[in-house]
């Protein structure tokens, strides 16, 4: 079946440097995808979304990039912080407002 | 910053016992979820709920699960004759509309069953 999912399950990164966290996704019909972050404990935090008709979206420290072409999903933090150490999920929409997430990728960053 | 509260934060149950776990979404959404995280894996889809139905569910969401808006507030998910394979977190969460619209996760419910 059509499914989201992520390439590395952990990365390690110094703080201050920028951390890249990638998805891929399947399903070409998805149109609205989002990361979230969950720290131990607690439930998934929304970060950042992007809607299909769009390939770059920033945040505050954070930026997403959408290519449909590949069908590829990914996060920049920019000046990586402890405070960033978390899992980061993608998720797409699948069907009406029905979330598919990935297997989560695990960002611990080195003092 | 509204927020999705849930309670309890954590309920363990003996095995065959029902379990209510309680949400109260954000105020101005109109669109609630109820998500589940077995330990170690990924957040999965279990009932979406709007205008007083269900408005699609996953087929984890058997006759086992039920969903009520008893009142205004609050939103709930029933676990009957809960399983030991029902342990898992239980996130509520809501959105202001339907597809596409962001949505905001409470800090979850979890649910240990012995």
């Known amino acids: 079946g059509e499914s989201v999912g992520l390439h590395l399950p952990t990365l390690s990164v110094q703080e201050g440097d920028n951390s890249i966290i990638n998805c891929a996704y399947s399903n070409s019909a998805s149109d609205y995808f989002i990361w979230y972050k969950q720290e131990s404990g607690k439930g998934p935090q929304f970060i950042i979304d992007i809607r299909s008709n769009m390939d770059k979206r920033q945040g505050q420290r954070v930026t997403v990039l959408l290519n449909k072409t590949v069908k590829h999903l990914s996060l920049q933090i920019a000046a990586t912080q402890p405070g960033d150490s978390a899992v980061y999920f993608c998720?797409?929409?699948?069907?009406?407002?029905?979330?598919?997430f990935g297997k989560g990728n695990q960002v611990v960053v080195i003092p | 910053e509204p927020e999705v509260t849930q309670t309890p934060s954590h309920q363990v149950t003996q095995m065959g016992q029902e379990v209510i776990l309680r949400c109260v979404p954000i105020?101005?959404?109109?669109?609630f979820y109820w998500y589940r995280q077995i330990l170690g894996q990924k957040v999965e889809f279990l009932v979406s709920f709007y205008n007083n139905e269900i408005s699609e569910k996953s087929e984890i969401f058997d006759d086992q699960f039920s969903v009520e808006r008893p009142d205004g507030s609050n939103f709930t998910l029933k676990i009957r004759s809960t399983k030991l394979e029902d342990s898992a977190m239980y996130f509520c969460a809501s959105s202001e509309s339907g597809a596409g619209n962001t949505i905001y996760f409470g800090e979850g419910s979890w649910l240990t069953v012995v």
């Open positions: 105020s101005n959404h109109l669109y």
């Open positions: 998720a797409e929409t699948e069907g009406n407002n029905r979330l598919a």
